[in-house]
T-cell receptor, first 118, second 114 residues
Framework: AQKVTQAQTEISVVEKEDVTLDCVYETRDTTYYLFWYKQPPSGELVFLIRRNSFDEQNEISGRYSWNFQKSTSSFNFTITASQVVDSAVYFCALSETNYGGSQGNLIFGKGTKLSVKP | EAGVTQFPSHSVIEKGQTVTLRCDPI?????LYWYRRVMGKEIKFLLH????????ESGMPNNRFLAERTGGTYSTLKVQPAELEDSGVYFCASSQGRYTGELFFGEGSRLTVL
């Protein structure tokens, strides 16, 4: 069975601190996709990143970075020098593949609520 | 360009009543998805439309839920009759490509069944 676990329910940091959000996944598939979404107070989920199982290179986008390790089935997300605007709920998700691409039926973790205080 | 819009943002109904949620996807997006988050639980997939066709409805909880997408544009999700356990936030998402996984979500429709 496929499953995504985000063990951290809530994290609170002070602005400019670095913070890492953990994500551990379970799947029997050899090919799959992993995602991170951000849910700001307005409610919609905003796509941050997609990574396929064959690409273990770490990704950096500005203050955001992602560490994908198949050996530990983890796809962790780090925010460097956090800002108040980073306050949101962050979801990690997993999907099966079809014809080499990701299916839209994502399996989500329960989310981690990040609060960044000034 | 308008994003995914959902209506209503919040609905409060009594057990046994009917509610219809509406989703307008981003123009040109053939793929439309419904998800649901029940309090304290994960966001769960309900179903996937490609244009007006149901591609995957494996996540629909039971036959009290009916989703339609006539004409391949907006979609409705009807719950009839509503039960207490149907309370939660219903998210709609759309995507242009079928296999990208980059879904554009709406703000959700919060359903409270009393």
């Amino acid at each position: 069975a496929q499953k995504v676990t985000q063990a951290q329910t809530e994290i609170s940091v002070v602005e400019k601190e670095d913070v890492t959000l953990d994500c551990v996944y379970e799947t029997r598939d050899t090919t799959y996709y992993l995602f991170w979404y951000k849910q700001p107070p307005s409610g919609e989920l905003v796509f941050l990143i997609r990574r396929n199982s064959f690409d273990e290179q770490n990704e950096i986008s500005g203050r955001y970075s992602w560490n994908f390790q198949k050996s530990t089935s983890s796809f962790n997300f780090t925010i460097t020098a956090s800002q108040v605007v980073d306050s949101a709920v962050y979801f990690c998700a997993l999907s099966e593949t079809n014809y080499g691409g990701s299916q839209g039926n994502l399996i989500f973790g329960k989310g981690t609520k990040l609060s960044v205080k000034p | 360009e308008a994003g995914v819009t959902q209506f209503p943002s919040h609905s409060v109904i009594e057990k046994g009543q009917t509610v219809t949620l509406r989703c307008d996807p981003i123009s040109g997006h053939d793929n439309l998805y419904w998800y649901r988050r029940v309090m304290g639980k994960e966001i769960k997939f309900l179903l996937h439309f490609v244009k007006e066709s149901k591609q995957d409805e494996s996540g629909m909880p039971n036959n009290r839920f009916l989703a339609e997408r006539t004409g391949g544009t907006y979609s409705t999700l009807k719950v009839q009759p509503a039960e207490l356990e149907d309370s939660g936030v219903y998210f709609c998402a759309s995507s242009q490509g079928r296999y990208t996984g980059e879904l554009f979500f709406g703000e959700g429709s919060r359903l409270t069944v009393l």
